[in-house]
């Protein structure tokens, strides 16, 4: 009897300490930190004429490098000069699929919105002791940029009738990239803050791609990554979406990394365009 005792209670202890996936989650954050360690070098070099000469050959060459960087980064991240002297428009859609094959974007200025939002709304679950919801606005006042307001909350269910829960916020300025009929790609920077015991606040690098494959599905991919505390938070989704006019159901994986925590997710929700 008493081994018995002991093997379950030990089973208890164990059950208990691995459902804590986010308090684990928000003690990384908070015991991260961006302190460092700086090593002393006390070494001085010496110079000779071939030193002199490479350090003269970089000061010459230096502007010519900043400038081709600003160049390539201004082409990969706006726009090339080819974009921007060409004929080619596109025109933010009233919602994907309702013209033939336009996805966000079509290129009939008739069909065209001059201010949209989309909303989706997920229903996340992991497992039986982990759920959550994630919601995400994005208001679009312009083709080129968009307002994004992204909310996950997520409730862990513990043994002997405990709870846990965290609740995130990301606010990003996105600009759209690339927009065809058939593919959107957008990046952006922005800020999220973490509640729940957290209360910190980072700055949040994004990307989006939504690729419009054949009326009415489209697959739809994003990352975000937050450096807050001396560490990194990140969350990388992938799903697909089923579109009925101006609404879609979707369904996908939603993947978080707390400072090494790890807690995937699966998603189901609806969402539309207004």
């Not at 460092?36 to 010496?46: L, Q, T």
């Not at 969350?235 to 979707?250: A, I, S």
Request: aromatic share 14%.
């Amino acid at each position: 009897m008493k081994t018995i005792l002991i093997c379950l209670l030990t089973l208890f202890s164990l059950q208990f300490i691995q459902a804590q996936k986010l308090a684990k989650a928000k003690d990384n954050i908070n015991q991260s930190s961006s302190g460092y360690s700086d090593s002393d070098d006390d070494s001085v070099g010496s110079y000779d004429d071939d030193d002199s000469f490479g350090d003269e050959l970089l000061s010459e060459l230096a502007p010519v490098i900043v400038d081709a960087f600003i160049y390539i980064s201004y082409g990969v991240l706006v726009e090339t000069p080819a974009e921007y002297d060409g004929d080619f428009k596109s025109y933010l859609s009233r919602a994907p699929y309702l013209q033939d094959k336009a996805g966000d974007y079509t290129y009939d200025e008739e069909q065209a919105k001059n201010f949209r939002i989309d909303v989706h709304n997920a229903f996340l679950l992991d497992n039986a002791n982990i759920y959550g919801n994630n919601l995400n606005v994005k208001i679009r006042p312009l083709k080129r940029f968009s307002l994004e307001i992204d909310n996950t909350f997520l409730y862990e269910k513990l043994p002997f009738d405990g709870k846990d829960e965290l609740i995130m916020t990301s606010f990003m300025l996105n600009y759209q990239r690339l927009r065809l009929k058939q593919l959107t790609v957008s990046w952006g920077l922005g800020a999220t803050y973490i509640g729940s015991g957290v209360n910190k606040t980072g700055f949040t690098i994004g990307t989006d791609a939504e690729l419009f494959v054949k009326k009415p599905v489209s697959i739809q991919v994003g990352f975000k990554n937050t450096f807050i505390n001396g560490t990194s938070v990140n969350k990388f989704n992938v799903g697909m979406k089923y579109h009925r006019k101006k609404f879609f159901l979707g369904a996908g994986y939603y993947s978080y990394n707390f400072a090494g925590q790890h807690i995937p997710t699966a998603g189901i929700g609806i969402g539309g365009y207004f």
